[in-house]
């Protein structure tokens, strides 16, 4: 257990739909980062805050938008949801003194149908 | 592209023997690596480190090799177990920053035989 929770584990939803993804990140941990994990593309960095500010920008579509709020869990918001969009999302924190390991969540799987 | 990729995709092997998985990277710039273990169902887990001032870098039962001047590399097992099959992603970090945005390679997925 890497002490960051993901919730929900499994969404299913339709085309067209929004989605929001959640994230607790370790206790004392200040940066949080989303990926997304598909078949074809592997582990793709999205998004990353630190302590309530973007640090950094993957290959985020700008259907999808992200937040850190002041309690440092974040949300990974999706929209206008298309098949391909169905993969697992997970979440990574990293402590403030060594900021490079990330410690991931068990990941949210979403399948768009 | 990806600037991470790994020379083989599966890997079997007996349970006791020594698993070594291959990882090549492009970016020169690169400077600090990360060997994660995902098993079907869960998130990556953090395996080991090591920063491009190192060459070499031990941890319980795994080793990480790192050749700067052919950009290569690898994460050893010793003994290897049934526990430790699973998908393993080599990831790295360009240095500069405070970004820490890591790049991982497609993973190589590793079958022990009992």
């Not at chain 1, 582990?43 to 999808?64: C, D, H, P, S, V």
């Amino acid at each position: 257990d890497s002490g960051v929770t993901q919730t929900p584990k499994h969404l299913i939803t339709a085309t067209g739909q929004r989605v929001t993804l959640r994230c607790s990140p370790r206790s004392g941990d200040l940066s949080v980062y989303w990926y997304q994990q598909s078949l074809d593309q592997g582990l793709q960095f999205l998004i990353q805050y630190y302590n309530g500010e973007e640090r950094a920008k993957g290959n985020i579509l700008e259907r999808f938008s992200a937040q850190q709020f002041p309690d440092l869990h974040s949300e990974l918001n999706l929209s206008s949801l298309e098949l391909g969009d169905s993969a697992l999302y997970f979440c990574a924190s990293s402590p403030v003194t060594a900021a490079d390991t990330q410690y991931f969540g068990p990941g949210t799987r979403l399948t768009v149908l | 592209g990806e600037s991470v990729g790994l020379h083989l995709p599966t890997l079997s092997v007996q349970e006791g023997d020594n698993s070594i998985i291959n990882c090549a990277y492009s970016n020169s710039a690169s400077d600090y690596f990360i060997w994660y273990k995902q098993e079907s169902g869960k998130g990556p887990q953090f395996i080991i480190d090591i920063r491009s001032n190192m060459d070499k870098r031990q941890g319980q039962r795994v080793t990480v090799l790192l050749n700067k001047t052919v950009k290569h590399l690898s994460l050893q097992i010793a003994a290897t177990q049934p526990g430790d099959s699973a998908v393993y992603f080599c990831a790295e970090r360009i240095a500069g920053g405070s970004n820490y945005k890591l790049t991982f390679g497609k993973g190589t997925l590793l079958t022990v035989n009992p």
